[in-house]
């Protein structure tokens, strides 16, 4: 069983108890592994293009673009920390008239992203949370340097939609999904405020990846459950919106 991955991971992987042990940080030659599995048990994600690949890609789509008015979503990951690589992309793309808006934690130095807000069109930051503590407790990170850049990239005057993945037990209270509405209330150029329920859809790629799901036994989160939220948003004169 495995003897294909085994052979082809050169003693990156293994088994254990009947599955397969991979040593990710190990590994360096990913291609080698794409199609080694015929039943499938070991997966590549993901492909290594060049800018200038990915923009023959996105040329295919300009017709529809220039019909919908559309555009690219960089998203991730995080976008910004393929920085400069995205660089050359977004000004391929500007180049090319193509309305660019990115998905970004926020959680990375200014600098990197001031370069950028003069080339993006509309920005889609997330939000998590307020509490410089318990965002350091479930993402490792640091709240504070999120909240400055939210700042920061209000005054620059360029319009954004906050986005709030709303998560059990992480920010899920009328107390801080509030306090997040306050935050972004509180912004001038903050045009929408969208919020993401939480759905246990990533547990399946945690098991994949041999990583453990914190959130594996959170139930669904259900839209109407964030309707008065929905409301205290309008009162405080945000557009909100539940995306699926």
């Known amino acids: 069983m495995f003897g294909d991955c085994i052979r082809a991971g050169t003693g990156h992987i293994v088994t254990d108890s009947n599955k397969l042990k991979i040593e990710r940080e190990k590994i360096t030659d ?61 000004i391929e ?50 709240a504070v340097l999120v909240l400055n850049n939210f700042m920061k990239l209000d005054r620059t005057g360029k319009p954004f939609i906050v986005r709030v993945p709303v998560i059990p037990h992480f920010n899920f209270s009328e107390q801080e999904l509030c306090s997040i509405i306050d935050f972004a209330a509180g912004l001038q150029n903050a045009h929408e405020i969208n919020f993401i329920p939480f759905h246990s859809m990533a547990k399946e790629k945690y098991a994949m990846l041999g990583k453990e ?30 995306l699926n």
């Open 30 to 90: 990913f291609e080698s592994l794409r199609n080694i599995c015929p039943s499938k048990a070991l997966q590549v994600a993901g492909e290594r293009k060049s800018v200038s690949q990915i923009i023959s890609e996105i040329e295919k789509d300009i017709p529809f673009y220039e019909m919908s008015g559309g555009g690219v979503t960089l998203s991730g990951g995080e976008a910004f920390s393929q920085d400069p690589d995205l660089m050359e992309l977004v």
């Open 213 to 242: 799901y914190m959130f594996e036994n959170h139930r669904n989160i259900e839209k109407t459950e964030l309707s008065r939220y929905i409301e205290y948003a309008g009162e405080k004169g945000i557009t909100a919106k539940i």
């Open 93 to 142: 793309l500007k180049k090319r008239k193509i309305h660019i808006s990115v998905e970004t934690s926020l959680h990375l130095p200014w600098e990197t992203i001031e370069k950028y807000h003069d080339l993006i069109d509309v920005f889609l930051p997330d939000l998590k949370h307020t509490d410089n503590e318990k965002f350091a407790r479930y993402t490792g990170g640091n």
